[in-house]
């Protein structure tokens, strides 16, 4: 079956998680961080998320790719710095020649945990569930990458939830 | 002589202008933009600018890379897609391992024009004077990229204008 990555960028760390359907469900392949070091300069931490998405890709071979839509940033200045992560990210989908979509954190949260107001720790808790996960990862954002994973397997296959 | 690139990111334009130092002066060495297609998915015009970046870095060599520090972003939206660009254009920079610096635009146009709060038109029409040139490039995506290059080829060297 064709595996699917969500992917959370962040300046400081990057989420990654891969599901695939099987059968009638969805389940967990893999997931992890990549955590940059703050101290480096820009660049190479930029380099760093790059070369370490490109082997999770390498490794996991996705077909499709979703990231979370961010749309409401703190400030102008943040939402910058995030979107230095994001377009890193999103390039290596591109050089991977991978489809990409994306999703609203409300359209996330609603497709794992029903509501579109869940809390990040109900989303964690729900996501671990729903996978079939006998521990769910520690990070919220290894948690939030495979909920926009399953988010959008949820909306090509039609499986899991009723909504 | 050692060959300095500033860039000017953008998500629809990319602009780029090379100077070196030429006995007491700085010239121009070259500049171009980067245009992607908008009607492309996201990831591919990320792709572009990136593959496109790539070449220049490889045929101007440059041994320092400066780019215009963006602090005030009409919102946080547009401040996103303009930090996915200049996140590649970052990225370029460090994959090639040049060293990176970053202006604030006052910074960029008070060494170039003598005002922090000079017009756009006014920072083309002194690069070009500055840079010794017969005729001004067309686009301010380029202008806005030899004046940042301008500023930090000033900065390190102490040559040019008094301020």
Do not use: W
């Not at 940033?73 to 290596?92: F, M, T, W």
């Amino acid at each position: 079956m064709s595996n699917v990555i969500g992917i959370d960028p962040g300046s400081r760390v990057t989420g990654y998680g891969v599901v695939r359907r099987d059968g009638s469900g969805i389940v967990y392949v893999g997931s992890g961080i990549i955590r940059v070091d703050a101290k480096k300069p820009r660049p190479e931490r930029l380099a760093h998320i790059k070369r370490e998405l490109d082997l999770v890709l390498r490794k996991y071979d996705p077909v499709e790719a979703a990231v979370e839509e961010v749309f409401v940033a703190k400030n102008p200045k943040s939402a910058l710095v995030l979107g230095e992560a994001r377009g890193v990210a999103i390039l290596a989908i591109g050089e991977a020649e991978i489809d990409f979509f994306e999703y609203s954190a409300r359209e996330v949260k609603r497709s794992v945990a029903g509501i579109g107001s869940a809390h990040k720790s109900q989303v964690a808790t729900m996501i671990g569930k729903l996978l079939g996960m006998k521990t769910v990862p520690a990070t919220e954002d290894e948690t939030d990458a495979l909920a926009v994973a399953f988010c959008h397997m949820l909306r090509m296959s039609g499986v899991g939830r009723s909504m």
